[in-house]
């Protein structure tokens, strides 16, 4: 058997998608209302910062991928952003945050700016160099196989393109370190508890924090898969990380 890491537990690797798979479609239909209060509100501004570090012309139509994308919420601030833009896929494992994600796109009349494809990470169901752009936000510690779903990264981008990825890390300040532990592992479990009725799931998503890879160890998987100019940038004291990469 081989081991992957499901949080701080270890389980066969076989078993990896449908674990993350469940935790997902326990925590669907509350999933945005959760994460503002996992974040405090945080969510948004990282989320915002994420768009605007993206650096292409407004005026041209920009072919984005948002892997990962779950209820849709970046692929639909790019839209925002670029709106002279025609659409945006909108890449998830999970049918039921993509079930989500699909409402509030008609609700806020993007649905058809939206192409929702359910499909893994480690092998995208689209064409080699299709993308200008590569989103994925907070999901790539969920993917079972990074260094595969990198790979496919790089596959589906066109040469010039950008793969940018945000993702949580852990504060290096020790004062803020010990709020968060304390805030993450004594509190937002017991939120879930109250506001999903499940407290497993956010149990997954604080350790999946804790056992994903240092920013630079990050770093050098995503290079492995054959980007260049790699950079992270650290917002609010290393919490979360914003990786931006190549493919030349
Ligand atoms: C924490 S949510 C992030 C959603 C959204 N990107 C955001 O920033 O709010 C993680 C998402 O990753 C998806 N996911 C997990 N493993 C995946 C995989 N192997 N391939 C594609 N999506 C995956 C989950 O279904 C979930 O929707």
């Known amino acids: 058997m081989t081991e992957s890491n499901f ?54 139509n920009i072919s984005l991928v948002d892997l990962a994308g779950g209820t849709g919420d970046i692929g639909f601030r790019f839209l925002k952003k670029f709106p002279k ?30 192409n929702f494809i359910c499909s893994e990470g480690e092998s995208i169901a689209l064409t080699d160099n299709y993308a200008d752009i590569l989103t994925i936000s907070f999901g790539i510690r969920n993917v079972s196989n990074r260094a595969e779903c990198l790979k496919e990264c790089f596959r589906i ?62 770093s050098d998987i995503i290079i492995s898969a054959g980007f260049k100019n790699t950079t992270i940038r650290q917002l609010t004291g290393n919490i979360v990380c914003i990786y931006r990469a190549e493919k030349i």
């Open 157 to 218: 981008l066109k040469p010039g393109g950008i793969f940018m990825c945000m993702e949580f890390s852990l504060p290096k300040d020790i004062i803020l370190r010990n709020l968060y532990d304390a805030w993450s592992y004594g509190l937002i479990p017991k939120f879930g508890k109250l506001i999903v009725g499940e407290e497993q799931p956010y149990k997954y998503l604080v350790d999946s924090i804790r056992t994903f890879p240092s920013p630079e160890e990050f």
């Open 7 to 60: 949080g701080y537990e270890k389980i066969d690797d076989k078993d990896h998608s449908s674990r993350v798979r469940d935790v997902f479609n326990k925590v669907a239909n509350k999933y945005d209302f959760m994460n503002d209060i996992m974040s405090l509100g945080m969510q948004r501004l990282w989320k915002k910062i994420f768009i605007n570090s993206i650096n292409a012309p407004k005026e041209q």
């Open 85 to 114: 833009n025609n659409f945006v896929n909108i890449v998830d494992i999970n049918q039921e945050m993509l079930r989500e994600g699909k409402k509030i796109s008609i609700n806020n009349n993007l649905s058809k700016k939206c």
